[in-house]
């Protein structure tokens, strides 16, 4: 048992690296850039995941947990849950643009 969880830390510990490096290297800066998308947004993965485990566990005959209609019900559920962070995000920069060139210095920055 204590093997197993040793093994268990190592692949939680590399995950946690992963997502670090991918941080920092800006490719998942939306959560930081727009904060009000991220229930959106980690709504969907979750959905897409159940999805996903679905697929796979049926792929491998051990039967999944969702019938075919639920599992209909789900990706549309993530579907419309990813169009809608999407169009927040889009909202949101929109609004970002129109307030920088409504400021007192027109978008521009005053040492220009």
Known sequence: MQLAVRKSDKNVSACINVVQALTLAGRIRI??????????????FVLF??????????????????????????????????VAAILQKEAAEKKQITDALNSPTGGKHESE
Request: charged fraction near 5%; glycine fraction near 14%.
């Open 31 to 44: 959560f930081t850039v727009f904060p009000e998308i991220h229930m959106l947004l980690t709504l969907s």
């Open 49 to 82: 995941g159940a999805f996903g485990t679905n697929v796979v566990l049926g792929s491998m005959g051990l039967g999944g947990f969702l019938g075919d209609v639920s599992e209909m019900l789900t990706l549309l559920a993530a579907s419309i849950f990813f």
